[in-house]
């Protein structure tokens, strides 16, 4: 299991340092490799983090991350209890988690994280609420993330920040965010609580238009 993971409500979240150390393999997540990724990123990519909700339970989606051959996929796959957290694509490659338009990958910019969610119909209406396994190694894993690759540690953005910056947002994000950039047009959101314990409240006015390189 994760460092760090809380055992209860009332114990806090303990982050240990992050670094590139780990290779592109969190050494204390179980890797289930899958074929669906593509090479590696181009510096300074990752620029940011996406994150996801399946509408299907954890075993449909690792099935169709792996072996449904029109399957996208994502780097880390966290279910809603343990022990179902796994890590499906090397973090130094490209997940296919996020298609661009005009011939354009937003794979190349940005790592994804998918929790388990359920089908609901409307994706954003009937988001359920992240369960407390997966706030705490949600935001452990951010954390880490973020330290590993100089992704700063906010998000969502607005709509208006997003556009800003042409969809290269350096931040954490919802999928649901990239709808005017993505070729499939998903409008899955975590919920606004559950981003309070995923990410730190950290942000000012005008903080987020800040783009590595809108050229990779």
């Not at 050494?27 to 509408?55: E, K, M, Q």
């Not at 339970?57 to 099935?63: D, E, K, M, R, Y």
């Not at 005009?102 to 954003?124: C, K, P, Q």
Request: charged letters at 20%; a positive charge; aromatic letters at 6%.
């Amino acid at each position: 299991m994760i460092a760090g993971v809380m055992r209860a409500p009332d114990v806090p979240i303990v982050v240990p340092p992050a670094t590139h150390s780990f290779s592109g393999k969190m050494p204390d997540i179980r890797f289930h490799a899958t074929s669906h990724h593509s090479g590696n990123f181009r510096l300074p990519s990752p620029i940011g983090l996406v994150l996801h909700r399946t509408d299907c339970s954890f075993g449909v989606a690792l099935s169709t991350f792996t072996t449904d051959p029109t399957g996208g996929s994502a780097h880390f796959l966290i279910g809603k209890k343990p022990p179902n957290l796994l890590q499906l694509v090397d973090t130094r490659q490209m997940a296919w988690h996020v298609k661009g338009m005009g011939g354009h990958s937003m794979n190349a910019l940005y790592l994804g994280i998918e929790f388990e969610s359920v089908h609901r119909g409307d994706a954003v209406a009937n988001a359920d609420p992240l369960t407390q396994f997966q706030k705490s190694v949600g935001r452990i894993l951010i954390q880490r993330l973020c330290t590993s690759y100089n992704i700063p540690m906010r998000g969502p953005p607005t709509r208006h920040e997003v556009a800003l910056v042409h969809g290269h947002f350096s931040g954490i994000m919802n999928h649901g965010d990239l709808t005017d950039f993505s070729a499939t047009h998903h409008a899955d959101r975590i919920r606004i609580d559950d981003w309070e314990a995923l990410v730190p409240k950290n942000r000012s006015p005008g903080d987020f238009v800040k783009a590595k390189d809108p050229s990779v």
